[in-house]
């Protein structure tokens, strides 16, 4: 079974920045898209980005131009560094494996893995 561990979540001032990383381990990581996604109180889930072992990549539009996700894997592990960082970026931030497409990525309940949460806040 596929485990996600993410990390790397703080409180930041706007136009900060900030680096997540979630450690995959488990049998074929190499078939796996990983990504994260984020889910604010009283706000439905957001599945912000991806990226599959080829290095393709998806971002979704609140995110793009900020965002950029990257993978090593060699060390299982996938990074997603957040510049310019708004108040509305402020969620649980969990990362996940799903199907990873360039216009979408959707976590799959029945189907997919995902670690704990790690708690970005931007605010002054």
């Known amino acids: 079974q596929v485990q996600l561990v993410g990390s790397g979540g703080d409180l930041v001032q706007p136009g900060g920045s900030l680096r997540l990383s979630c450690i995959a381990s488990?049998?074929?990581?190499?078939?796996?898209?990983i990504g994260w996604f984020r889910q604010a109180p009283g706000k439905e889930r957001e599945e912000i980005s991806c990226v599959n072992n080829d290095s393709s990549t998806y971002y979704a539009d609140s995110v793009k131009g900020r965002f950029t996700i990257s993978r090593d894997n060699a060390k299982n592990t996938v990074y997603l560094q957040m510049n310019s960082l708004k108040p509305e970026d402020t969620a649980v931030y969990t990362c996940?494996?799903?199907?990873?497409?360039?216009?979408?990525?959707?976590?799959?309940?029945?189907?997919?893995?995902w670690g704990q949460g790690t708690q970005v806040t931007v605010s002054s």
């Open positions: 996940a494996t799903g199907l990873c497409l360039p216009w979408m990525y959707r976590v799959r309940a029945s189907f997919d893995y």
């Open positions: 488990g049998p074929g990581l190499d078939y796996y898209a």
